[in-house]
C-alpha cells in the first residue's frame, strides 16, 4: 500500500524514519532530522524539508552524502550490490544492459571524473520525466560535467541526489504528477517542428510564420480544441493562437494568460512555451469537470517574442496592447522576404492586426506562467518563485577608437590600446553593478576589426546591457558607465561613440495579483520566494494596459535558458499546474 502523509505525520521518529527508509543511499539522518518539521501538509513541504536538512548540513556531510552513491554502471552494479532503488534506476535508464564498448567508455568517464573531483559522478537517471535517460544522453551529460569546477559540480550533484529522492519519494507515496506528465508530452510532440536547417541538427529553431511555427500554432490549436474543451480557438491576424474558455457569464470579464511559442535559434523547449502549457492543462481539467469559473480565461500563444526573423520583436503582445508599429511589415528577413509578405503568404489579414488592441477594462489581468532562464531557484532547490519586477533594460553598441601600432616597437606609456580601454570599462560595469541589489550590467559582445597578434588595437566595438528592478536605478547605472567611458577616453587619449539601441521599462507585479500567486504558492506547503526577472517577457508589454503578475518554474542545468539544455522537471511543471489552479480559484471566490 502506498504511504500517505497521514501515517507519515503520526508515526514515531523511529517508525517514520523507517518508512522513509531508501530516498537518500546510506544516509537516514536526513529523514530523521526532517522529521521535525513535522506535520506536513503536502509532499512538495517534505521534499523541501529534505532538501533544507541537507543544505544546513555544509560541506562535509554534504560530500559524505555524495559518496554514499554508487558510481553508474560501476562495481555495485557488476557485483550486484547496488541497493534496491538504485537497481530499479539503473535498470530504467539501461545501464544494466551496456555494450562492452559502452560499458567501457562509461568506466573510463567514472575514471576521469573520480580522479578530478574525488567523489563519484551523481546523476538523477530516471530523468526529468521520472521514465529514464538514454545511455547516449547519460554519456553526454557525464562528458560534460567533466569540465565543471569542483564547487560547482559538488552543487551539480547534491541536486541530482534530491532529484532522486524525489523521484523515490513519489514511489513511496504512489504519486504521479500527471498533468506535469502531459505539459512535458506536450511539449516534447511541441518540439518536434523546426526549422530547415535546425531540424536535421536535431536542434529547435521557431521563427516568425515559417513552416515549423505555423505547425507549432496548428498543433497547438488541435490539442486547445480536442483535448483541452476551450469553447473559441483562433489565430488572429498577427499569427497568434488565441483560446476562450466561457465563464458562468460571458459579459463578465475575463482573465488574460499566455506566453510565447516562437524560440530563439537552437533553443530550448519551454521558454515561453510552458506559459501556454500549464494554462492548457487547467481549462482542461476544468472542461472535464464541466466547470465554470465566474469569468473567462485567454489563453493567448503569442507568434513572436524574441526578434529572430525580423528585427522587431513582442509582435504578437504589442498587437494587443496595440502598439504594433506599420513600419515593421515593410523589414526583410536574411533571405529578403518582407513581414507583409511573409504573413499574406500564412493567410494572415494585415489590415485586421489593429482591431486585436484588447480593451483592457475586460480583463482581470494578464498572468504568465515561465520557465526562470536562470539559476536562483535551482541553486535554492526550490520549485517555484514569484516574480516581483521584470527589469527595466537599456542597451548600447559603442567603440572605442585609439590608434593602431606595433605590438613590439611601440612603448607602453605611448600606446592609445582601444581594447584596454574596454577593457577597464568591462571592469567598471562589474563593480557598479555589483553595487546595488538586483542591478546586472553586461558586456556582451566584443570585437577588434582585423585584429593582429602583433598589432595593439586601434578600434574596439563593444555592447553594453544595463538591466534593474525599477527604471531609476537601471539609468543611474547607465550613466555612470557613460561618465567612465568619457573618463577613461580622456585619459587614454581615445575617442569613442556609445549609441542607444533599445529601452524598456520596467514592469513592477500589480501587487494584488503577485500576492494571490504568493498564496497560491504556499497552499502548496512551499515558501513565496519573490524576485525580480533579468529577461524580458510578453507580460512587460501587457503590463502596459493592465495588471500583470508571473509565476517562475525552476529550470534544470543551472537554470540554462535559450539553449538545448534547457529543462525542467515534470515534478516541477506539476507544481505549476497545482499553483495556478488554485490562482484560478482565488480568483473565482473574489470575481
Known amino acids: 500500500m ?30 530523521q532530522a526532517a522529521l521535525a518539521q513535522r506535520p506536513f501538509k503536502s509532499l512538495a513541504q517534505l521534499k523541501l524539508a529534505l532538501v533544507d536538512v541537507v543544505r544546513t548540513a555544509g560541506l562535509d556531510p554534504q560530500l559524505a552524502l555524495i559518496r554514499a552513491h554508487p558510481e553508474l554502471a560501476g562495481k555495485a552494479m557488476v557485483s ?23 560499458f567501457a567508455k562509461i568506466q573510463q568517464l567514472n575514471a576521469d571524473y573520480n580522479a578530478k573531483f574525488k567523489f563519484p559522478f551523481i546523476l538523477a537517471v530516471r530523468g526529468p520525466r521520472g521514465v529514464g535517460l538514454g545511455k547516449a544522453e547519460i554519456m553526454a551529460t557525464f562528458e560534460r560535467r567533466l569540465g565543471n569546477p569542483v564547487d560547482f559540480e559538488v552543487a551539480e550533484c547534491v541536486r541530482n541526489i534530491h532529484r532522486i529522492a524525489e523521484i523515490r519519494l513519489d514511489d513511496k507515496f504512489g504519486v504521479t504528477p500527471e498533468q506535469g506528465n502531459l505539459v512535458w508530452d506536450w511539449a516534447e510532440r511541441l518540439a518536434t517542428h523546426s526549422d530547415p536547417g535546425f531540424a536535421e541538427r536535431g536542434e529547435l529553431t521557431v521563427t516568425y510564420l515559417t513552416d515549423a511555427h505555423r505547425a507549432a500554432a496548428q498543433r497547438l490549436s488541435h490539442w486547445m480544441r480536442t ?34 511559442y516562437d524560440t530563439v535559434r537552437n533553443g530550448g523547449k ?87 488592441k484588447r480593451d483592457a477594462a475586460k480583463y482581470l489581468g494578464f498572468v504568465e506562467v515561465h520557465i526562470e532562464q536562470g539559476p536562483v531557484l535551482n541553486e535554492l532547490d526550490i520549485p517555484l518563485g514569484v516574480v516581483s519586477s521584470i527589469n527595466g533594460s ?55 576589426p582585423s585584429g593582429s597578434i602583433n598589432v595593439v588595437p586601434g578600434r574596439c566595438n563593444f555592447s553594453l546591457d544595463v538591466r534593474a528592478t525599477t527604471n531609476a536605478v537601471r539609468d543611474a547605472c547607465a550613466a555612470d558607465i557613460r561618465a567612465k567611458l568619457a573618463e577613461i577616453c580622456e585619459r587614454r587619449r581615445l575617442g569613442f561613440g556609445l549609441e542607444e539601441t533599445m529601452r524598456a521599462a520596467a514592469a513592477p507585479s500589480d501587487p494584488a495579483l503577485q500576492a494571490q500567486w504568493a498564496r497560491a504558492v504556499e497552499t ?36 540554462i535558458s535559450h539553449n538545448p539544455l534547457e529543462s525542467t522537471t515534470s515534478n516541477d511543471m506539476q507544481l505549476s499546474v497545482d499553483a495556478f489552479a488554485l490562482l484560478l480559484d482565488q480568483l473565482a471566490a473574489v470575481h
Not at 616597437?409 to 577593457?423: H, S, W, Y
Not at 563593480?431 to 570585437?447: C, F, H, I, K, N
Open 2 to 31: 502506498p504511504l500517505t502523509l497521514d501515517q507519515l505525520n503520526a508515526a514515531s521518529v523511529a517508525q517514520a524514519t523507517q518508512l522513509l527508509d531508501g530516498l537518500y543511499e546510506h544516509s537516514p539522518w536526513i529523514a
Open 80 to 102: 550486484n550490490t547496488l541497493t534496491a532503488e538504485s537497481t530499479n534506476e539503473q535498470s530504467k535508464a539501461g545501464l544494466t544492459q551496456c555494450t562492452p564498448e559502452e
Open 227 to 260: 483535448d483541452c474543451g476551450f469553447d473559441e480557438v483562433e489565430i488572429d491576424a498577427v499569427g497568434n493562437l488565441v483560446g476562450l474558455y466561457h465563464g458562468t457569464d460571458r459579459s463578465a470579464k475575463r482573465l488574460l494568460t499566455g506566453s510565447h
Open 270 to 356: 519551454y521558454d515561453g512555451r510552458l506559459g501556454i502549457l500549464v494554462p492548457m492543462a487547467c481549462v482542461q481539467a476544468l472542461s472535464r469537470q464541466g466547470r465554470r469559473l465566474p469569468y473567462g480565461i485567454e489563453v493567448v500563444g503569442f507568434s513572436e517574442e524574441e526578434g529572430q526573423r525580423y528585427k522587431a520583436v513582442f509582435l504578437g503582445s504589442s498587437a494587443l496592447t496595440g502598439q504594433f508599429d506599420a513600419q515593421w511589415l515593410d523589414q526583410k528577413d536574411a533571405d529578403g522576404i518582407a513581414m507583409r509578405d511573409a504573413m499574406q503568404h500564412a493567410g494572415l489579414c494585415v489590415d485586421d492586426i489593429a482591431k486585436l
Open 394 to 448: 537599456v542597451r548600447y553598441l559603442g567603440a572605442i577608437t585609439g590608434m593602431a601600432s606595433h605590438a613590439g616597437t611601440t612603448p607602453m606609456a605611448r600606446r592609445r590600446d582601444a581594447a584596454a580601454g574596454v577593457a577597464e570599462l568591462i571592469l567598471y560595469a562589474e563593480q557598479r553593478a555589483r553595487s546595488e541589489p538586483d542591478l546586472v550590467a553586461t558586456v556582451g559582445m566584443l570585437e577588434v
Open 524 to 559: 502548496l506547503g512551499l515558501p513565496s520566494t519573490p524576485m525580480p526577472s533579468g529577461a524580458g517577457h510578453d507580460a512587460m508589454k501587457l503590463h502596459e494596459i493592465m495588471p500583470q503578475a508571473m509565476l517562475f518554474v525552476r529550470g534544470q542545468n543551472s537554470g
